[in-house]
């Protein structure tokens, strides 16, 4: 049985080998005779993957030690609400730059419990085609947050330049672009993520928030939303998705193997590259609606001229084992998924395709 060249959106492509090390671990986990899933979350076994996966993310991405660590689940939807539930109190603000689906969607939860201004929005004129430009947003000082959506997952766009929030903490969900390359952590008061674009299965949020922050949490919300619960119990409050948290672990342990988040960055660039040199010297037949300096390295977004020529384009790809390349409903035409899993030898066949597709 030969495995497909998986361009899905999410969940998406894992790494062969940490495949394959959960299929010999499964049914006795490191001489336990049990599987990990089958282990107490509050057992030795359990505790050590738990921490080598938290240990993991501190040391590929560099995380300082006033920031915490947590392991949450709700997906990174779940996310949007408890960000507002903890900091935006009433009479407070908060600044969310709309650039797609996925930070609509967030502006929309804070609207439930507050009153959230819009510092940018390339919605309306530019339909999400690219992210805006620091000298765009307008930047309330007096704001609790400031909310962004790295890499907009549905259209294809991505912020390269982290923008400058001043003393206002900036928010971020990664869900799509976490760790694809090394970042400055500090310049983040909170990063989000659901695991299941780029750093293992759904069930999972990664979260990094600074110390000071989750102090500063509201109290007088239900525990289980507070950040700090979590935090106080290194995300053993309750019981965790232990085998998501143990492919995360996975997971990692092939990112550090390949050399880390340089050698990421190097392996994703080196593969948007191969595709969107492709697609722009085929640009007699594809069009790719992103602006140039907003192009996504996770989500390459591109359309062909008819409906048929696009079904044709994807009955022919999956023919060539190639899958998921179908785009959001809401978009249409093509997205490629090439997340950090995705091998290079699969990026380049699809290259190959694009370049010699009814020439
Ligand atoms: C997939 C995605 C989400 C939603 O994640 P869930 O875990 O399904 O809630 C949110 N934000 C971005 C940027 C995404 O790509």
């Not at 590929?60 to 660590?69: A, E, M, S, W």
């Not at 947590?70 to 939807?77: I, T, V, Y």
């Not at 790809?317 to 899993?341: C, E, F, P, T, W």
């Amino acid at each position: 049985m030969a495995r497909v060249m998986n361009f899905n959106a999410g969940p998406a492509a894992l790494p062969l080998a940490a495949l394959e090390r959960a299929q010999k671990e499964l049914i006795d986990f490191a001489g336990t005779g049990m599987s990990v899933m089958e282990h107490s979350h509050r057992g030795k076994a359990y505790e050590a993957v738990h921490n080598e996966a938290i240990g993991l993310v501190k040391e590929l991405y560099g995380v300082p030690d006033n920031y915490d660590i947590l392991l949450l689940q709700g997906g990174a939807s779940q996310q949007f609400a408890t960000v507002p539930m903890n900091f935006l109190p009433p009479g407070k603000s908060a600044d969310y730059v709309l650039t797609g689906v996925w930070a609509q969607k967030a502006y929309k939860e804070a609207k439930t419990l507050g009153t959230p201004r819009v510092a940018a929005n390339t919605e309306r004129d530019q339909r999400c085609t690219r992210v805006p430009k620091q000298a765009e947003l307008d930047l309330d000082p007096n704001a609790a947050y400031v909310h962004i959506t790295t890499n907009n997952t549905i259209f294809g766009t991505q912020w390269h330049q982290i923008p400058n929030t001043g003393s206002v903490p900036l928010v971020a969900d990664m869900s799509s672009d976490i760790m694809w390359r090394p970042e400055d952590v500090s310049k983040f008061g909170m990063i989000y993520a659901g695991a299941q674009k780029n750093l293992g299965p759904s069930g999972l949020v990664l979260v990094i928030l600074r110390k000071d922050l989750v102090a500063a949490g509201r109290k007088d919300i239900p525990v289980i939303f507070q950040y700090r619960t979590h935090a106080e119990t290194n995300s053993l409050y309750h019981t965790p998705p232990t085998f998501a948290i143990y492919m995360l672990r996975n997971v990692l342990d092939e990112v550090k193997r390949a050399g880390g988040l340089s050698a990421m960055e190097k392996l994703n660039r080196e593969k948007a590259t191969v595709l969107y040199d492709a697609l722009d010297a085929r640009a007699d037949s594809f069009t790719c609606p992103v602006e140039k300096d907003s192009r996504s390295v996770m989500n390459v977004v591109f359309t062909l001229k008819t409906p048929e020529l696009e079904a044709e384009f994807l009955a022919e790809a999956q023919k060539r084992g190639m899958v998921g390349l179908k785009g959001h409903r809401l978009v249409g035409g093509m997205r490629a998924s090439i997340y950090n899993s995705v091998p290079f030898e699969a990026v380049s066949s699809l290259a190959d395709f694009v370049l010699n597709f009814k020439k």
